[in-house]
């Protein structure tokens, strides 16, 4: 198991060697306005364009149990921004989002659910299967997370990501799979 799970991990902000100019370029993206589609787009280039550039291999632990979490970065204002590992048939559950989620699918295949509140619950809206270098992002409500419902599924042997949130990931809400209609 990785060593920095979430349990272990101090929420102070930090900032991983080696990913400091990362961290610089990212932060100077989120703080450069209020929360919006320019700076979702900008976000969004900008994790590409590292991953293209900057394989994730030395992320390479993964777990039959999960998708391991990676810190690679955070800041005072709570932005932060994670590398995940992955195993095949590692699966979040179905869960919500602070204001922005960025997710950045680097290497392997993936399978991304996306749900929508539905009368009492949730139902599938979209359904993606990818396999090549993609990039995602959503904005909802501030203060709020219940954003953006999805769950993430590797298919392929092993597989990385990286994400970027405004806010502790670990707050975004978790749904049950019963509340699917
Ligand atoms: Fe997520």
Redesign the pocket.
């Known amino acids: 198991m990785n060593k920095i799970l979430q349990e272990d991990f101090d929420l102070a902000p930090c900032m991983v060697a080696g990913y400091e100019s990362f961290m610089d370029g990212l932060l100077n993206i989120v703080h450069s306005g209020p929360i919006c589609e320019s700076v979702g787009e900008r976000i969004k280039s900008y994790v590409l364009d590292f991953v293209q550039n900057h394989p994730l291999d030395s992320f390479d632990c993964f777990s039959d149990e999960t998708y391991t979490r990676n810190y690679i970065g955070r800041d005072k204002s709570g932005w932060e921004a994670i590398v995940m590992s992955w195993k095949k048939g590692n699966r ?1 559950a179905i ?3 602070p204001q922005f ?1 960025g ?1 950045t699918f680097a290497d392997g295949e993936f399978l991304v659910e996306v749900f929508e509140p539905f009368k009492e619950g949730i139902c599938l809206v979209q359904e993606m299967t990818i396999s090549d270098i993609h990039g995602v992002y959503a904005i909802g409500k501030a203060g709020k997370y219940n954003n ?1 419902i ?3 599924t590797c298919l392929s042997d092993t597989a990385h990501s990286l ?1 970027v ?1 405004s806010d502790d ?1 670990l707050k ?1 809400e978790k749904l049950d799979e019963q509340m699917i209609y």
Do not use: K, L
């Open positions: 979040t869960h919500a989002h989620a997710y953006h999805h769950r993430i994400h949130y990931a975004g």
